[in-house]
């Protein structure tokens, strides 16, 4: 699934072709996807104009001027494209603008969703309502860990993956991010120090920023609209390298599963 910078960097690709354009084609090419579309999507968009675009989480907001948004979930294996050359089986909504640009969601596995919401009751938006802060946000930071965390044994990991508690972030930098600041993902959250907490903040910002720069991580089925992949994958320190040299230490990456996911670390650097 698309996590935190990969939605980011669809998000600003779509910019580029959305900002302040009016939309003069909007046509939903099935009923649903991983839920029903809705049924006056088409009605509504249709000759309004993109004001705004930006990110909740991992999901993707497109705002109009006639007060409405677009929430748009990418799933498993969604993608927007730009400009395609033809409309494929798998592109469940195409967009037109005045500037005669074309984008078409793609999502062959259909787990994806799109929403429209009044822009000024997003935040009642059922999936947002509970959601913690944004890690890249200024509400983020040691402070909130420290509270949120207090008397809790569960591991530190399965508690950043909790949207209650921070809002985005996926198994793939919860990993990276826990191992730059040294910190077991086993560890009960609430024995964890504030200093180490702050530390592990300024490690996730830095994780995401990295990964947001270049452009997300490439997975099996993820592509920035511009149809380019990303290459953080390149960068990264312990997810996915079972059995390498940590970074770290040179000791060896080691790997255990966890509710169904995969978690990366390292053993002698991690306490």
Not at 3 to 27: I, K, M
Not at 55 to 71: F, H, P
Not at 174 to 182: F, K, P, R, T
Not at 216 to 236: C, H, I, M, N, V
């Amino acid at each position: 699934m698309p996590e935190l910078p990969e939605v980011e960097t669809t998000v600003r690709g779509l910019a580029t072709v959305l900002q302040d354009e009016q939309l003069v084609r909007v046509e939903p090419r099935r009923a649903d996807l991983r839920r029903p579309i809705p049924v006056d999507l088409r009605q509504r968009l249709t000759g309004a104009r993109v004001i705004g675009l930006s990110r909740r989480a991992k999901y993707g907001l497109i705002d109009t001027d006639r007060g409405d948004t677009l929430v748009f979930h990418l799933g498993m294996s969604g993608r927007w494209r730009i400009d395609p050359e033809d409309i494929g089986t798998h592109d469940h909504l195409v967009i037109e603008t005045a500037s005669g640009r074309m984008l078409a969601l793609n999502d062959p596995r259909r787990f994806g969703s799109l929403d429209l919401m009044e822009t000024a009751a997003v935040a009642q938006f059922a999936p947002f309502a509970a959601m913690g802060p944004e890690p890249l946000g200024a509400a983020f930071g040691g402070a909130h860990l420290h509270r949120a965390f207090a008397g809790r044994q569960a591991p530190v990991k399965a508690m950043l993956l909790d949207q209650k508690i921070v809002a985005g972030l996926g198994n793939i930098y919860v990993c990276e991010a826990l191992h730059m600041a040294g910190i077991s993902p086993t560890r009960a959250a609430g024995t964890i120090s504030r200093k180490r907490l702050d530390s592990l903040v300024v490690a996730i910002r830095e994780v995401l920023d990295a990964a947001i720069a270049a452009g997300g991580s490439t997975l099996r089925d993820y592509a920035r609209p511009d149809g380019e992949l990303g290459y953080f994958f390149k960068q990264w320190r312990v997810y996915g390298r079972e059995g390498e040299n940590c970074p770290g230490c040179g000791g060896p990456v080691l790997r255990r599963v966890d509710s169904g996911r995969s978690t990366f670390y390292c053993r002698k650097c991690q306490r």
